[in-house]
């Protein structure tokens, strides 16, 4: 058995929730309360309440789980005695509250709703109040037999982990085709991803690539004899990202393709980078093809930089005084008295200052 409670503000929500048609298995038991159906049970709830105007969660929402083998040893009866003995344990009886069992799940479970208010207009403690509940849940285990949920979760950790022997030798297989693939084609570019994937599916090996809601991908799933693999499952290779780049071609990679001694210098330069890569052919440098043509552009970049610094020298050197200082004496002169009165005018305020 396992407990729950949470103070919640929506009381009229959470009592036509647990007696929603479809949920409802049976009625337990109705604590301080007149009423039988949620208006009727909230009203009288909420006469008590608005006695403390500072207090927002004034209700107390409680769930008790029970485990499918203690169900069918456990009478109506049986039940009743235990929610009872639950909400003492949790110092409701001064308080109001109504139990309801649901039948929505595989598991029956209880819900409990309860004034925070006491009928004393005391406000129910809420400190640490669903580790008070797991606790009361363990303690009437123990008493009544039932199931405890603290053992099984310690046995469930510390118990050897036990996986499907089927699904282990599919994925080995998965494992072993996957890297045989990988170290025959790794580094030859866009044709060895391209026979990698169709290596993969000759083996029966399909790949999905998982989407998110945005359609952006985000990994990959080897699926194989019925059975589904992530990626991080089959080798850290095989990522979505690392995958890509075990294809990309190294720079000590030769081309494949049969080239003359006169034509393989200028297809290694425009070969080598061909599959992924970094920089789109649109946007990268391509060099002139033609050796003649880049000889002579380069030649007439040359003369026209050297008749630019002739022209320049020439200039500077006819010029003259047009970029001699001293042409300008008298300007300079001017605007050197007028820094001098400047600085005799800031020495003067220095000095009132310190008298």
Not at 326 to 351: I, S
Request: charged share 25%; with cysteine.
């Amino acid at each position: 058995m396992i407990g729950k409670c949470k103070a919640i503000a929506h009381g009229i929500n959470a009592l036509e929730y647990i007696f929603r048609e479809g949920k409802l298995g049976k009625t337990l038991l109705f604590h301080n309360l007149c009423g039988t159906t949620p208006k009727e049970i909230y009203e009288e709830m909420k006469m008590v309440s608005d006695y403390n105007t500072r207090c927002r969660n004034k209700i107390l929402r409680i769930e008790i789980g029970i485990a499918p083998q203690d169900e069918k040893r456990l009478s109506l009866a049986s039940v009743r005695n235990l929610v009872s003995n639950f909400a003492i344990r949790m110092g409701l009886a001064n308080h109001q509250w109504v139990a309801v069992t649901h039948k929505d799940t595989d598991n029956m479970h209880i819900h409990i709703i309860a004034n925070r208010i006491s009928l004393y207009e005391e406000v129910y403690d809420t400190t640490f109040v669903s580790n008070r509940a797991a606790r009361v849940a363990e303690d009437l285990s123990r008493k009544y037999g039932l199931t405890i949920a603290k053992e099984v979760k310690a046995k469930r950790k510390h118990q050897k982990t036990k996986t499907n022997p089927t699904r282990e030798q599919t994925k080995k297989e998965v494992q072993q085709i996957c890297y045989t693939l990988l170290e025959k084609y790794k580094g030859t570019g866009i044709t060895g991803h391209s026979m990698f994937l169709y290596g993969l599916g000759k083996s029966g090996v399909a790949i999905e690539r998982l989407k998110n809601k945005q359609g952006k991908v985000y990994g990959l799933k080897f699926s194989y004899a019925e059975q589904s693999f992530k990626a991080s499952e089959i080798g850290r290779e095989f990522g979505y990202r690392s995958l890509q780049k075990n294809f990309e071609i190294s720079n000590k990679t030769e081309p494949k393709k049969a080239t003359t001694l006169a034509d393989e210098p200028a297809k290694n330069k425009t070969q080598s980078d061909i599959g992924y890569q970094l920089v789109p052919p649109s946007r990268s440098y391509t060099s002139p093809a033609n050796t003649n043509e880049s000889s002579s552009i380069a030649q007439a970049v040359g003369n026209v930089a050297s008749t630019a610094l002739s022209a320049a020298e020439e200039i500077i050197s006819g010029a003259g005084g047009l970029i001699n200082p001293q042409t300008h004496g008298d300007d300079y002169a001017e605007t050197a008295w007028q820094h001098r009165l400047r600085n005799q005018a800031k020495k003067k305020k220095k000095r009132g200052r310190g008298l």
